[in-house]
């Protein structure tokens, strides 16, 4: 089986990248020798009968990461799974079903799990949060708040949760900050500077912290989005009013499972927040041998 058969369906992930991901977490699992507890103790022609198996329920993802483990370790291992990406599942429910030589079954147990529990925790909490959303029109959406190295996998886990992604990088589009804004000298200079360098089809967004530099922003008429940084309900629901859709609106700071809801409710248009990939916990999931 290819890992890219059970990607989500809507949410892009490079085969190169999840080549490489793994390449780099096998190598640092293996370090010089390999695993030499399988090696010591595992004769080689030994065959091993395995099931990947959701010890909670919730919304999987790095299903194909922990194939190319697999893969990578040995084209004998004969996989067959049971859910694709972005599903959502309930304790218990198998996910792979693995037959083949015991040692790379063994060899690449953990890296597998660590995968698809680090994947499958962010997927889940981003479906939580998009739960809370339902029935307006916000998309909730990730930031650069990744772990390093880890970002495409992990922005692809939103996406299997049901949320989107802001930047992946510093090149993707241009958000001005507040420190931008101070060093540039004010608003309508930076965003001046920044329409004069950039290609047409390059997005600019822009941070404010009051209604006055909104309304400063809008006068501009220089930035397709405007990044709400830590407004109150009140503030955001005068923002969305003020704006009346003459700029996307992203409400960021401050956003929570009990209060997205409300967020949601005030009519902007994105919520950012960083929680979706630092803060998520890791999704229980276990690889137990068939003897």
């Known amino acids: 089986m290819t890992p890219t058969a059970l990607l989500h369906p809507d949410a ?20 010089r020798a390999g695993d030499i507890t399988s090696l010591a103790t595992i004769p080689e022609a030994t065959q091993a009968h395995a099931i990947m198996v959701a010890r909670q329920a919730g919304v999987i993802a790095g ?19 049971h859910v694709r990406d972005g599903e959502t599942v309930a304790a218990g429910v198998h ?5 083949g030589p015991a040692r790379a079954i063994l060899t690449a147990e953990r890296t597998a799990l660590n ?11 981003t479906a939580d949060y998009v739960r809370h959303t339902a029935g307006t029109k916000l998309r909730v959406c990730c930031t650069r708040k990744t772990t390093p190295g880890l970002r495409a996998l992990e ?16 090149d993707d589009a241009v958000l001005i900050k507040d420190n931008h804004i101070a060093v540039a000298g004010g608003i309508r200079p930076v965003l001046e500077a920044a329409r004069a360098r950039i290609g047409h089809l390059v997005k600019v967004e822009i941070e404010v912290d009051t209604l006055d530099q909104l309304q400063e922003v809008l006068n501009t008429g220089l930035a397709d989005v405007v990044l709400l940084d830590n407004m109150d309900l009140a503030t955001l629901a005068r923002a969305v009013a003020m704006s009346a859709g003459r700029v ?3 409400a960021s700071g401050g956003v929570t499972l009990q209060s997205i809801r409300a967020i949601a409710d005030t009519g902007v248009d994105y919520v950012s927040s960083g929680a979706l990939t630092h803060s998520a916990p890791n999704f229980d999931v276990a690889l137990d041998i068939d003897a």
């Open 248 to 250: 996307v609106l992203e």
């Open 155 to 170: 922005k692809y886990a939103v996406r299997c949760g049901g949320g989107f992604n802001h930047r992946f990088g510093l």
């Open 95 to 99: 996910l792979l079903t693995l037959s």
């Open 115 to 125: 995968f698809v529990g680090r994947l499958s925790g962010i997927a889940t909490l």
């Open 63 to 81: 299903l194909p990461l922990a194939i190319e483990a697999l893969n990578q370790l040995s084209a004998d291992v004969a996989i067959t799974a």
């Open 12 to 31: 892009f992930l490079s085969p190169l990248a999840i080549a490489d991901a793994v390449r780099r977490a096998l190598d640092e699992d293996l370090g």
